[in-house]
């Protein structure tokens, strides 16, 4: 008898299949989608890069990664760019790399501590930072108190071979003051009034900038002029009011350079491909002969010949050629990349922050980074004129580099007020370190009771 009969009228069910351990059947090329593979792969990438880029930290480690990077990079084309001038000196290889490396020493000072400053302390700085700045730029004025070179007279001997620039630190004077200036005028309504937008500070802007145009550097009143337009873009000045202003400052800048040989003779260069009568041009051609000759990878570090007395300035204001030179189109490539990375940081900070101090002083910022790479990476590709400004970060010079580097700080400081990263950097901290432990061994004595015998 079989063990299951069946109920009269049904047919026996067809054994099932077995399905297990088997692959289900893939189907053929025919039948999928072209392309559709790559689309979807190209989709996920896209969101993976906007949720990275969205993440409440991205600022801030673009920042403090960009910068350290730029600064790093920086001292290596230093010491390699400077070898052959401090030989030819008697100073010895490593001169300008040694002083380089105490400025970016005391540079790091500034930036760590701009950036655990409170948003307060940074505005409470303004004034007397401004205050400082006019004084020892009007000393630079005064017959035997400032120091002369290359024409132009902006430097203030400290004794020894250390000199400083107070030119350079108008910069951040002028970032941090108008800040604070837009920041309460804007608290109280009344950046609307042209009056209140223009009124101190164009005219404060403009005697930084009569102060430094009295020592003819023209390069460092252009970033000056950069920044005061950065600040009056931020605050929403009018159209017409922007250009008027903008109008103004191009005629003065027209009769400067029309009143000046020296700097008709470099308007004159741009695009030359000769050195030209009395080698007029001789920097700007050398400077691109150095970058075409780097080739996709360069010549290798060190292995530079237009430092050989052939480029002047080649570990300043054309310190790009040498990189251009030695690491190729690679390495220019590279710093280009850090700086716009710097740059989209600092665009970043100002557009998020609800703080409109944190919001005119991060514009601020990035306005004068942005603008002095350009006009130095123009002048060594023969796109602009020779303005005589250092690359920031990279060049040598510590009377450009430690306002620089405190600036950095305060995109910093910025970036980790933003909405979420104080919160992130909160829950990043160590998981074991003398706090925590110190904590746990307290909790662990309080837990422990006392036995009769007086043993614990």
Request: charged share 15%; net charge positive.
């Amino acid at each position: 008898m079989p063990a299951k009969q069946l109920l009269p009228g049904r047919r026996p069910s067809a054994p099932k299949p077995k399905t297990q351990g088997r692959r289900r059947p893939v189907p053929s090329a025919a039948k999928r989608t072209p392309g559709r593979g790559s689309l979807d792969g190209l989709r996920r990438t896209q969101r993976q890069m906007r949720r990275a880029w969205d993440r409440p930290l991205t600022a801030y480690y673009l920042i403090f990664g960009s910068a350290l990077l730029i600064t790093v990079l920086g001292l290596v084309m230093v010491y390699s760019a400077s070898m052959i001038k401090g030989l030819q000196l008697g100073l010895g290889a490593s001169y300008f790399f040694k002083k380089q490396f105490l400025a970016a020493s005391i540079g790091a000072v500034l930036l760590l501590a701009a950036s655990r400053m409170p948003v307060k302390l940074h505005r409470a700085l303004s004034y007397p930072v401004l205050a400082g700045t006019l004084f020892l730029m009007a000393l630079v004025q005064v017959p035997g108190m400032g120091v002369s070179i290359n024409g132009n007279q902006n430097w203030i001997s400290l004794g020894g071979p250390f000199m400083l620039q107070p030119s350079e630190f108008g910069k951040l004077a002028l970032i941090l003051w108008g800040a604070d200036l837009l920041a309460r005028k804007g608290d109280k309504g009344l950046l609307s009034q042209w009056k209140h937008l223009l009124v101190p500070l164009v005219p404060v802007a403009f005697l930084l900038l009569g102060l430094i145009m009295l020592g003819g550097d023209m390069g460092t009143a252009m970033i000056l002029g950069a920044i005061l337009f950065g600040l009056l873009w931020l605050a929403g000045a009018p159209t017409r009011m922007f250009v008027g202003v903008l109008a103004f400052a191009g005629v003065i800048v027209a009769v400067l350079i029309r009143t000046s040989p020296h700097r008709m003779d470099r308007l004159a260069c741009l695009g030359a491909t000769d050195p030209g009568k009395n080698d007029l041009c001789w920097q700007a051609v050398h400077g691109i002969y150095a970058l075409a000759s780097g080739g996709w990878f360069g010549s290798g570090l060190g292995a530079s010949v237009e430092k050989w007395g052939q480029l002047p300035e080649a570990h300043t204001d054309f310190i790009f050629a040498i990189t251009g030179e030695e690491l190729g189109l690679a390495g220019t490539l590279s710093v280009l990349a850090l700086f716009a990375a710097l740059g989209y940081a600092g665009i970043r900070v100002a557009g998020r922050t609800e703080d409109s101090f944190v919001r005119f002083a991060a514009g601020g910022v990035t306005t004068w980074i942005t603008a002095q790479a350009v006009i130095n990476i123009g002048a060594v590709l023969g796109l602009l004129p020779i303005a005589g400004v250092p690359l920031p970060l990279f060049s040598y010079g510590g009377s450009a580099l430690l306002p620089t580097m405190f600036a950095v700080g305060l995109l910093v400081a910025f970036a980790r007020e933003e909405p979420g990263a104080r919160a992130a950097l909160a829950m990043r901290q160590p998981k074991f370190g003398w706090k925590r432990a110190g904590l746990r061994w307290k909790s662990m004595r309080r837990r422990v009771k006392k036995r009769p015998s007086g043993e614990r």
